[in-house]
């Protein structure tokens, strides 16, 4: 049994705007999870810059 071949022969069939509208939401989702460690560990690195920037 061929598996790459049963795959991509299974990945062509699909409508291309499906595969486009599918990688956007899976983009989507990975996207706002990195912009929200991003918000988080940038309040925390602020946070700790501040106390630093007052008691040196």
Known sequence: MDLR?????????FDLDYIEKLIIEIANKELKLIMSLGFIL???IGFFQGLVAIFV
């Open 5 to 13: 071949g049963l795959i991509e022969e299974q990945i062509n069939t």
């Open 42 to 44: 940038g309040g925390i």
